[in-house]
């Protein structure tokens, strides 16, 4: 069954501590991978898509990376505005055609 | 702002009762994909439109139907309302079948 699991669920950080959000997949055709960040109550904001192995992305203190296996986001020295949900989701080969299936989310916490 | 507008903001209604959900896609997007978000569950795709056809349908109850319109807008009708489909409903657009898809604000819908 096509699955994506986000770890961990929750991330305490101090303002400027940096770390990792990670992005675990098992589709049958990976077609690309998508992160988006979701503030309470409000639709999810797009952030990246990746699409191979390999590839990377940055967007001010975001980072994503891509495997073949899993995706990393990687905060650096993060803000109390980055204090959100983060949302990973695939889009998969052998699925029905627009078929993305999100993970739970990890839901971060920035304290100042 | 993604560009993407959906009305209501907020819907209170009672068991049994009949809503319409409405969604006005970004410029120039012809795919539009309505999702549900309850807080046990994640976002869970629903069904999938392009260019006023179907094309993908998930987990979408017999009792949900939605339509895309000439104009590219659409509806997405919730019948026989029950106590557990409370939740946030979510349209994202895209420009073809594919793309990187663009959230709106949402509707959160409560039945008592």
């Known amino acids: 069954e096509d699955q994506v699991t986000q770890s961990p669920e929750a991330l305490r950080l101090q303002e400027g501590e940096s770390s990792s959000l990670n992005c675990s997949y098992t589709?049958?055709?990976?077609?690309?991978l998508f992160w988006y960040r979701q503030d309470p109550g409000k639709g999810p904001e797009f952030l990246f898509t990746?699409?191979?192995a390999g590839e990377e992305k940055e967007k001010e203190r975001l980072k994503a990376t891509l495997t073949k296996k899993e995706s990393f986001l990687h905060i650096t020295a993060p803000k109390p505005e980055d204090s959100a949900t983060y949302l990973c989701?695939?889009?998969?080969?052998?699925?029905?055609?627009?078929?993305?299936?999100f993970g739970k989310g990890t839901k971060l916490s920035v304290k100042p | 702002d993604s560009g993407v507008t959906q009305t209501p903001k907020h819907l209170i209604t009672a068991t049994g009762q009949r809503v319409t959900l409405r969604c006005s896609p970004r410029?120039?997007?012809?795919?539009v994909y309505w999702y549900q978000q309850s807080l046990d569950q994640g976002l869970q795709f629903l069904i999938q439109?392009?260019?006023?056809?179907?094309?993908a349908k998930g987990n979408i109850l017999e009792r949900f139907s939605a339509q895309q319109f000439p104009d590219l807008h659409s509806e997405l009708n919730l019948s026989s309302l029950e106590l557990g489909d409370s939740a946030l409903y979510f349209c994202?657009?895209?420009?073809?079948?594919?793309?990187?898809?663009?959230f709106g604000p949402g509707t959160r819908l409560t039945v008592l």
């Open positions: 994202a657009t895209g420009l073809g079948i594919t793309d990187t898809q663009y």
């Open positions: 439109y392009y260019n006023g056809e179907e094309r």
């Open positions: 410029s120039g997007d012809l795919s």
């Open positions: 989701a695939v889009w998969n080969y052998g699925g029905s055609q627009g078929n993305l299936i």
């Open positions: 589709v049958s055709g990976l077609r690309g």
């Open positions: 990746l699409y191979s």
